[in-house]
């Protein structure tokens, strides 16, 4: 069984192998291989180590064989319509040229575990949902197209793995039904990927603002599957409070393939991991007060200055008194309290106004 924590039905927070996700955790990036080993186990290895490199928490795989996504048939509906980088091909064989092999699951499981990686996949049917648990993977992925897949989640919350799930297209009452169902059968945990389904997704038409409505509506993690070119959303979704990412990563935009054109090449990737990881240490905590380093800053604020020599008795005025930096004197705000009071000592132009230098 994967190892999760979870204290309460609807938690905020859970564990995959002991890493803690959810809010005030590090965010957990998932390095998505998805079909971009070109069906070369030795580029699949090549990638599981680029994205350790590059600072990733985990790899992803995908557990399908084109007859269990699909039927072999050359009908209209099996052909991908407009409107997608896919467009005019079958989808079994989009799917047969797609897929990671099943035997390739267990070394490249084993790659990662020795990079100090996790190996995460996403099942399409019951057997790779079986598969995924005979081999230990600590949690599952549910990918946007199968969230309306009840008893595929209903399946894979049975062995108590966590769940990711994608909401890529889907309405608050889809996502509703899916999370009941996998809480009702035993998940591990739940996280929920805000997704923009088009491939690659347009930054407009990403809508990051739902992922704070999403962790109060769903009481879960919330994460973002970002399907974009760039890293810029990424990097909002952190802004936002996401726990999780989701990227694709490949060796090359340059080679064919179905999701090359959408991935981050590795140097790109490791440059999102950093500035992912900039970003969430800005976000930090809600505080007030300087923090450690701004205190040297402190001694330029402004404060009340003598700008002028003062004699012994002489009132304090707006002629001899000033508020100016730096920050050695009292406070601006005590100055309606200095004016008019006597100097009890002789001040020198640039001297600190304190109390112990005014007559009571």
Not at 57 to 86: E, H, S
Not at 131 to 158: H, M, N, T
Request: a negative charge.
């Amino acid at each position: 069984m994967g190892e999760a924590v979870v204290s309460d039905q609807r938690t905020t927070q859970f564990e995959i192998s002991g890493r803690a996700i959810g809010a005030g955790m590090p965010v957990y990036i998932i390095a998505e291989l998805s079909a971009n080993h070109h069906q070369s186990l030795d580029r699949a290895i090549d990638l599981v180590r680029i994205a350790h490199r590059a600072g990733a928490d985990a790899v992803k795989l995908q557990t399908y064989t084109p007859d269990t996504m699909t039927i072999d048939c050359n009908a209209p509906p099996f052909r991908i319509g407009a409107g997608t980088i896919w467009e005019g091909r079958n989808l079994h064989e989009l799917y047969a040229e797609a897929q990671t092999p099943w035997e390739w699951h267990e070394p490249l499981a084993r790659e990662a575990a020795n990079l100090g990686l996790h190996c995460l996949s996403t099942p399409f049917d019951a057997s790779a949902v079986r598969f995924l648990d005979e081999l230990d993977f600590p949690a599952i992925k549910i990918a946007s197209f199968e969230l309306v897949d009840l008893e595929l989640i209903a399946i894979a919350a049975a062995t108590g793995r966590p769940l990711v799930i994608s909401t890529g297209m889907a309405t608050a009452d889809e996502i509703d039904v899916a999370v009941r169902t996998a809480r009702e059968h035993g998940a591990g945990g739940i996280a929920l990927l805000r997704c923009n389904s088009a491939y690659p997704a347009p930054p407009g038409e990403m809508d990051l603002r739902t992922i704070p409505d999403m962790r109060q509506r769903w009481q879960c993690p919330v994460g973002l599957s970002d399907h974009s070119l760039g890293s810029a959303a990424s990097i909002v979704a952190v802004a936002l409070g996401a726990s999780i990412l989701e990227k694709h990563i490949t060796l090359s935009r340059s080679e064919p393939g179905p999701d090359s054109s959408f991935s981050l090449e590795p140097e790109e990737f490791a440059t999102l991991v950093r500035e992912v990881r900039e970003a969430e240490a800005a976000v930090g905590e809600v505080r007030y007060g300087p923090q450690e380093r701004e205190r040297a800053s402190l001694a330029f604020r402004r404060s009340i200055f003598a700008v002028a020599d003062i004699a012994a008795g002489e009132p304090l005025s707006r002629d001899n008194v000033r508020v100016i930096r730096p920050g050695d004197g009292l406070a601006p705000a005590l100055l309606p309290s200095v004016l008019g009071r006597r100097a009890g000592v002789a001040i020198s132009r640039g001297t600190p106004i304190a109390w112990n230098l005014l007559s009571d």
